[in-house]
């Protein structure tokens, strides 16, 4: 068989190639034809094919994610932006933290154990690539209905994939959520982030800089796992009448992984490394096109000289592997060696591929002949760009004007106290501590809250008690209804739980989970999340950093909810000073910040009870949200709270629940005068949080509120051994940790 050479491409333009099956449209494989002047060779084909994708060209997302970038609030904080491995943000003393959030949706629900810890392994690389120590991960799950067959089949197999994956790189899982919702059943959604630290001079960007400097690729072999896995999987719905949208799925090597990350960080602390790129999504082509084109000149590679596990792989098959472990560095000459001798150090394989030129383009050698010759920027950074259409579905004033006002509510006591019992333990609001349990939370030392808390903190400084912490939320309820709003509420819910432990929020990253781009009603509810998050992160000063879009979230015409999730990174001078969601000491006063309206509409007492979703989400006030965190933080930092807890998913009652049973300790709640008990209890307003108060601290605490204009009402004490609202019902913690915590291990144990 003839080698298709740029030669021979030049010589047979009439050559049928296979750019649908890759999953290019016609016009796209034309425009490959226009930017080269001839048409593809096959493995020019392939690096085209895979960085057009969906997933690593963003071309059906770009023109609405620019708003991120124009509308970014200013910020000594940000160091490193948009468009880098990972955002890096300044947290004082020297430091800097990278943080991102990242899906692997589709490869998840193909091999639920493999697709998840290989999601792990490529967010983790990412923060390596930054020139980052990874310190912690999170992972934001959304499932399908928890009492279907194939969740049993999914979630089991996505946490111990996380869980493995995590556990054996000595990573500590520190939060994310665990959704479920029949709207996820044939697309779970599987987000992972990660958060590294490292020294302002340490960091570093993915660029190939230098004529002369080698490209060197280290880490595992590349094998035929994964080949198109990501980048294409994720660019299409799924349909079972077509096997190859459901390539193979990346198999993944935490052990590989973790001697990466220490071979990685030593050539770093001896400054060897000009530029850096993990292979994730679409492997050597996105890395090698992204390097170069971000760099000063061209590329040459030998493909010839890839390590490879697999020696019957064609140049197109080694060049869309998205084997895992595997990253590429440019390195001075002079240096390549002591490069070398760390990556053999540390058993990694090592291999100089090429060398950066002075030229402009791409050029890729396979036995002694040229395969590929493109302009780099076309690959990496020139793609397709859609302005998708998009329009307001008919079916949304109906939906907004089916209010769960209608709804039944409960009539007394007695049937408050049935559905308080039904709510908590239903498996969204239920315990998932058989699911967190699966993940180390202390290794390394450093974990001061992690799950259930309301974000995890890590440690930063042993010396100074420096940390951080993070948090990620999201409510594909209330995006449904509101996709502008429904994005604010879950940038509100994510920043507001990073101040309730204590921390100044940020910066953010987010992961967008949507449907079908090619669906008007999709790209509305898209366009109108990207316009609320970034509007939302300009009123609260926390710019954007990174994240990831993943689309065609759905299965034949029926999309996911809109589910944008939102990452909120914050910072701690000392995290002796954190504040725990736990009711700790009995005789504390609890104290209820914020205004609770009669808000019911999407809220878990709307599903739980009624299996109804309708009406417009809670109201948001993003300077209530920043006045009420300022407090949060403040009272945190003097010690005037000992525990606070945000309210959100099943309001009030659900948040006394979860910090009663997670100190131990009762609580005595009186409903305030002119109140209806039913709204004080299950309403989801935003911009609150309840908080214990020392007796001692209560006149200071409350003149604090007072002063700054946020509502605080007095709602009670920490006392006995059961959840006691008085004059309406009161429910042993005995018979609420039974509820809460026996749900999740009767479905899945």
Request: aromatic fraction near 6%; hydrophobic fraction near 40%; proline fraction near 5%.
């Amino acid at each position: 068989m003839t080698l298709d050479t740029v030669k021979h491409a030049a010589e047979t333009p009439d050559t049928d190639l296979p750019w649908a099956e890759l999953g290019l449209k016609p016009e796209e494989y034309e425009r490959v034809r226009e930017i080269l002047g001839r048409r593809p060779t096959g493995a020019e084909l392939a690096m085209y094919s895979v960085m057009w994708s969906e997933h690593c060209s963003y071309k059906s997302s770009k023109v609405h994610l620019r708003q991120f970038g124009e509308k970014a609030p200013e910020t000594d904080a940000l160091l490193v932006g948009i468009g880098e491995n990972a955002g890096v943000v300044d947290v004082g003393n020297g430091y800097a933290v990278t943080f991102k959030v990242e899906s692997h949706n589709h490869p998840s629900y193909v091999e639920p154990y493999q697709g998840a810890a290989t999601g792990i392994g490529g967010i983790v690389r990412d923060i390596i690539a930054m020139g980052a120590r990874p310190v912690a991960v999170v992972d934001p799950l959304r499932m399908g209905a928890a009492d279907h067959p194939d969740t049993k089949r999914v979630l089991p197999g996505v946490v111990a994939g996380i869980g493995g994956y995590g556990n054996c790189l000595g990573l500590p899982n520190i939060g994310g959520e665990v959704v479920f919702d029949a709207c996820y059943q044939g697309n779970p959604l599987v987000n992972a982030g990660a958060i590294g630290v490292m020294k302002h001079e340490d960091i570093h960007l993915a660029k190939a800089s230098g004529a002369g400097n080698k490209v060197i690729m280290y880490g595992a072999r590349t094998g035929g796992d994964g080949i198109g896995g990501a980048s294409i999987l994720a660019s299409e719905t799924f349909d079972d009448s077509k096997p190859s949208k459901r390539p193979a799925v990346q198999v993944g090597d935490p052990f590989q992984e973790k001697l990466l990350i220490e071979c990685t960080l030593e050539a770093f602390a001896e400054k060897l490394v000009v530029g850096i790129q993990d292979l994730g999504a679409a492997g050597i082509s996105c890395a090698t096109s992204e390097l170069a084109s971000n760099g000063s000149g061209g590329m040459r590679v030998e493909l010839d000289d890839v390590p490879l596990r697999d020696s019957t792989l064609s140049p197109e098959e080694i060049l869309m592997s998205e084997s895992q472990e595997r990253m590429c560095a440019v390195v001075e000459p002079e240096k390549v060696d002591r490069f070398l001798e760390i990556c053999e150090k540390w058993d990694v394989t090592a291999t100089v591929i090429g060398e950066v030129t002075d030229g402009d383009r791409l050029e890729i050698f396979w036995h002694g002949e040229k395969i590929v010759d493109v302009d780099p920027r076309t690959v990496a950074h020139e793609g397709p760009v859609y302005e998708r259409p998009y329009a307001r579905p008919e079916w949304q004033d109906a939906l907004q004007g089916d209010d769960a006002a209608k709804l039944a509510r409960p009539a007394g006591g007695d049937e408050l106290r049935a559905q308080v019992l039904k709510l908590v333990a239903h498996p969204n609001q239920a315990s998932k501590s058989w699911i967190t349990s699966q993940y180390d939370h202390f290794v390394q030392g450093n974990t001061v809250l992690a799950s259930p808390e309301d974000s995890g903190m890590i440690r930063i400084d042993e010396e100074s008690g420096l940390g951080v912490a993070i948090a990620t939320d999201g409510n594909g309820r209330f995006a449904k209804l509101d996709p502008y709003h429904g994005a604010q509420l879950a940038l509100a819910e994510s920043y507001r739980n990073v101040a309730a432990t204590g921390a100044k929020p940020l910066a953010v990253s987010d992961c967008l989970n949507f449907g079908s781009p090619e669906d008007p009603a999709v790209m509305w509810q898209f366009a109108e999340a990207i316009r609320g998050l970034a509007d939302g992160c300009r009123q609260l000063g926390t710019p954007v950093t990174g994240g990831n879009v993943s689309l065609y979230n759905q299965t034949g015409e029926a999309a996911i909810h809109p589910t944008p999730v939102v990452a909120v990174l914050g910072v701690i001078d000392d995290v002796a000073r954190r504040t725990p969601v736990a009711f700790a000491e009995e005789g504390q006063l609890l104290y209820v910040l914020g205004d609770t309206r009669d808000e019911l509409s999407g809220s878990a007492w709307a599903q739980v009870v009624h299996d109804h979703l309708g009406g417009l989400p809670p109201e948001v006030d993003l300077e209530r949200e920043r006045l009420l965190a300022e407090i949060l933080i403040s009272a945190s930092r003097d010690g005037m709270i000992d525990a606070a807890h945000d309210l959100s998913d099943g309001g009030l009652v659900q948040a006394l629940v979860e910090s009663c049973l997670k100190g131990g300790k009762g609580a005595r709640v009186v409903i305030p005068d002119g109140q209806d008990p039913f709204v004080t209890l299950f309403s989801e307003s935003a911009g609150r949080a309840v908080v214990s108060v020392p007796r001692s601290e209560e006149l200071r605490f409350t003149d604090m509120c007072g002063a700054r204009g946020l509502p605080a009402t007095r709602i009670g004490v920490v006392d006995g051994d059961s959840l006691d609202v008085q004059g309406q019902f009161s429910i042993a913690l005995s018979e609420l940790r039974t509820a809460h915590e026996d749900t999740i291990p009767g479905l899945f144990a």
